[in-house]
């Protein structure tokens, strides 16, 4: 089921893949010793790239990184970009969208700890 993920990921259907893996965690939580946890992780990031910032139309970096609260401090944003990168490093993730998701988090790390200096 994770082949047909990656090659919904691969069509940019990022929901779809996200979905799919989810069904594979479900039919078989332990598979690939973690290896559904790491792709539904890079899936999640990719499709919340994917929601706008309702003020600027921008990339909401929050949900990126899975952050509610919007005035979250400094610290809780380095803790959920940690929490991410060992979820969706590339050197660690086989999926396809491992790369991509790693640039996503970097970037919403950069984005919202120069918001959080301001």
Not at 36 to 65: F, M, P, Q
Not at 82 to 93: A, G, I, S, W
């Amino acid at each position: 089921m994770l082949g047909v993920a990656e090659e919904q990921f691969l069509g940019k259907r990022f929901r779809a893949a996200y979905d799919t893996a989810m069904v594979a965690k479900t039919l078989d939580p332990f598979f690939g010793d973690g290896c559904i946890e790491k792709h539904l992780a890079v899936y999640r990031v990719h499709t919340s790239s994917l929601s706008k910032n309702s003020l600027t139309g921008d990339t909401d970096w929050h949900c990126v990184l899975g952050i509610k609260d919007r005035r979250a401090a400094r610290r809780e944003i380095i803790l959920r970009f940690c929490r991410n990168l060992k979820l969706v490093h590339p050197d660690y993730n086989p999926s396809s969208a491992a790369r991509g998701a790693y640039e996503l988090i970097s970037n919403a790390l950069m984005a919202l700890i120069e918001i959080s200096v301001m």
